[in-house]
Each structure stands twice: as structure tokens, then as C-alpha cells.
């Protein structure tokens, strides 16, 4: 498959998961719920969560049509699936059903699946894999956010 459109697949999928996500979250950020939470004083302006997503999935789209163009196994389909899979859920744990332990369970678990892609494949990726680094940070902060929640409510 021509590296082109695996670039747009995985585009599609990611920002439709992205999509899905937010529908679950059910307007989780404006809920009096969320607004009543007390908050790590580094949360960041509602519209950081949509730019930073957004650079992210863009870089892991590109990241994953190059790890698909190189490693076509049904593990690397399998680990991506897991991925989305944990992602969209986040919203729907934390947001909807305001389960913020299991939601510290899930984002936990995603930044591990994440630090893993980049280590596991770095060597055959090389460069590449830095693609990775804007997930994995952003992973790290709404890992704390998430972690802050926890202890202080």
C-alpha cells in the first residue's frame, strides 16, 4: 500500500476515535461536575486539549503509516487497536461516568502502550519515532492532571 494513503487511513481512524471520544465525554470540560472538580493549578485553557490533540494525532498518524509500511504484522495492528481503544474510553470513564481511578488505570496503561511504540520500534524507526514525543508528553501532563484529580477530590 503506498505510504500516502496509509498516512490518510490512519488519519481517519485517529481523528475518527478522536471524534467518537468527544461525543462520549458527553460535554464532560462544561459539566457542573468537571467545573466543581478541584483542579491541578498546571491545567491548561480548554483550547490546548484540541491543539494538542490534534498535533498529535497528525504526528502519530504519519508515525504508524511508516511503522505499517515497515513492520506489516498483525501485532502492530493489534497494539494501534489497543490504543484507540484506550483512548476513546478515557472520555467516556472519566468524563461520563466519572470513574477517575479507573480512568487513572486507563491513561496509564495508554502512556505505557505509547512509550513502548517508541521504544520497540525505535531502532527500525530511528528519527521517525521522535513523532512520538509530542504524545508521550502530553500523555505525561494529562497523566498528572488525571493523577491530581485523583488525590484531591
Known amino acids: 500500500m503506498k505510504y500516502n494513503i496509509l498516512v490518510v487511513i490512519f ?49 502519530f498518524s504519519i508515525y504508524m503509516a511508516q511503522l505499517y509500511a515497515n513492520e506489516n504484522t498483525g501485532k502492530v495492528i493489534i497494539l494501534f487497536i489497543f490504543q484507540v481503544v ?21 491513561i496509564t496503561l495508554l502512556t505505557v502502550l505509547i512509550i513502548y511504540f517508541l521504544i520497540a520500534y525505535y531502532s527500525k524507526l530511528q528519527l521517525i519515532s521522535l513523532l512520538l514525543l509530542p504524545y508521550v508528553i502530553w500523555l505525561a501532563i494529562a497523566t498528572s492532571l488525571n493523577y491530581y484529580i485523583y488525590t484531591n477530590n
Open 11 to 59: 488519519l481517519v481512524i485517529n481523528f475518527g476515535a478522536l471524534a467518537i471520544g468527544s461525543w462520549l465525554m458527553n460535554n464532560g470540560p462544561q459539566t457542573e461536575w468537571y467545573i466543581g472538580l478541584n483542579k491541578a493549578p498546571w491545567t491548561p485553557p480548554g483550547w490546548v486539549f484540541g491543539a494538542a490533540w490534534t498535533i498529535i494525532m497528525i504526528c
Open 86 to 106: 484506550l483512548n476513546v474510553s478515557w472520555n467516556y470513564v472519566f468524563f461520563n461516568q466519572h470513574a477517575v481511578s479507573f480512568a487513572l488505570i486507563i
